[in-house]
Structure formats: structure tokens, C-alpha cells
T-cell receptor, first 110, second 115 residues
Framework: DAKTTQPNSMESNEEEPVHLPCNHS???????IHWYRQLPSQGPEYVIH???SNVNNRMASLAIAEDRKSSTLILHRATLRDAAVYYC???????????FGSGTKLNVKP | DTEVTQTPKHLVMGMTNKKSLKCEQH?????MYWYKQKAKKPPELMFV???????INESVPSRFSPECPNSSLLNLHLHALQPEDSALYLC??????????????FGQGTRLTVV
């Protein structure tokens, strides 16, 4: 299974944009890129996913490099509630399994 | 209803006990998952059920025994656990194949302590 590499931690100021990077140089053509986050004392929650094109939803934006070897999760205005561990995950499109990488712990300062 | 409900929230058990964790969803999802999460580590996949059949077992020790009695319910039976099995056990479900169309929904987990 293809692996992802993320920085261990990042810090952001409240109400500023945050760019969370993820490298996945061994990605295959059928792998989808998913992002989940885990707030303290909670189960992971879905944030966004994509295949090739950039994606937007109410929570975030996902920017995927043209060669698909990296992606960036963008939180447009970080709030204190966004402090969490963010996981970048590759999933094979027709397979019922996905593996969490080590994740990035995001700290948001007031 | 987009909830995955796990019970109990906390469980303390002795090494000779038998206990069960329960997970329920009413979203009509046909794939359900068990993950184990140690402190400050990412969740690790244990089992996947697809259409009530076990499709993936990530070489989990037999002291963990999953069961899917129906499409809404997933159990994890525990027997003769070790202290190192203490962890947060997470259940998740998805409509079908995670990837193209489907996101996974996670429960809040059961925090298990083996004494």
C-alpha cells in the first residue's frame, strides 16, 4: 500500500489560512487522496477527498499536484476548533480498506 | 442520522474476562471496520466487514473475534487479553468502497483498559 509523509506538527494563528502538506510519491493511478482529522478525545472525521482535480467543500480545499505525488489541505481561516491531528490517506478506489499515516498535529494560537 | 454509536465508552477488564464491544449504525452502510488506536499513534486497521462478511483481517490475534450479526451491527468479542491490548477501539462504517464515492464515519470509540 502506498504511504504518505506528513510533518509531525504545525502551528497557525487563528483566522489565518493553514496549508497542510502531504507527500505520496508512490501513489498509483487508482489511489484516491483522503483527509481525515481527529479532534482530542474523538474519533476521526472525514474532511475531504479527491483524485486528480482540486476539490472544495464547506470545511476545506484540497490542492493536488499535477503529478499527484503531493497534495495540500487548505483551511481558509483556522479557528481554535480546528486544532486536531490531520491525516492524509491513500485509498484504492475499489477496496474497502485505508491506512492512516502518522498525521500532522495542528496547533492553532489565539 | 450520520452517527456510528459505540458502547460502552469505557471498559476495564481483567486478563481472564470475556467482554464485547458493540458498534451500531443506521445509515445503510454495507462496510464496517474495527481500528485500534494507542495513545499518540494513528489508528491501525484490524478488521473489515463487507456485506456482513469478513473481508479483511490484518493478522489480528485470535483473542479478538469480530462478528457482524446484521448490516447495522458490528461486535468485537474480547477474551484473554493482555495489558498491551489497552487502547482506544474505533468502529467505522462506509456506504461501500472507501475511495471513489464513499467517506467513512467513525464512532467515538471504546477506551479499553486491561488489568
Amino acid at each position: 500500500d502506498a504511504k504518505t509523509t506528513q510533518p509531525n506538527s504545525m502551528e497557525s494563528n487563528e483566522e489565518e489560512p493553514v496549508h497542510l502538506p502531504c507527500n505520496h510519491s508512490t501513489i498509483s493511478g487508482t489511489d484516491y487522496i483522503h483527509w481525515y482529522r481527529q479532534l482530542p478525545s474523538q474519533g476521526p472525521e472525514y474532511v475531504i477527498h479527491g483524485l486528480t482535480s482540486n476539490v472544495n467543500n464547506r470545511m476545506a480545499s484540497l490542492a493536488i499536484a499535477e503529478d499527484r505525488k503531493s497534495s495540500t489541505l487548505i483551511l481558509h481561516r483556522a479557528t481554535l476548533r480546528d486544532a486536531a491531528v490531520y491525516y492524509c490517506i491513500l485509498t484504492i478506489y475499489n477496496f474497502n480498506k485505508f491506512y492512516f499515516g502518522s498525521g500532522t498535529k495542528l496547533n492553532v494560537k489565539p | 442520522d450520520t452517527e456510528v454509536t459505540q458502547t460502552p465508552k469505557h471498559l476495564v477488564m481483567g486478563m481472564t474476562n470475556k467482554k464485547s464491544l458493540k458498534c451500531e449504525q443506521h445509515m445503510g452502510h454495507r462496510a464496517m471496520y474495527w481500528y485500534k488506536q494507542k495513545a499518540k499513534k494513528p489508528p491501525e486497521l484490524m478488521f473489515v466487514y463487507s456485506y456482513e462478511k469478513l473481508s479483511i483481517n490484518e493478522s489480528v490475534p485470535s483473542r479478538f473475534s469480530p462478528e457482524c450479526p446484521n448490516s447495522s451491527l458490528l461486535n468485537l468479542h474480547l477474551h484473554a487479553l493482555q495489558p498491551e491490548d489497552s487502547a482506544l477501539y474505533l468502529c467505522a462504517s462506509s456506504q461501500g468502497q472507501v475511495g471513489k464515492r464513499s467517506e467513512a464515519f467513525f464512532g467515538q470509540g471504546t477506551r479499553l483498559t486491561v488489568v
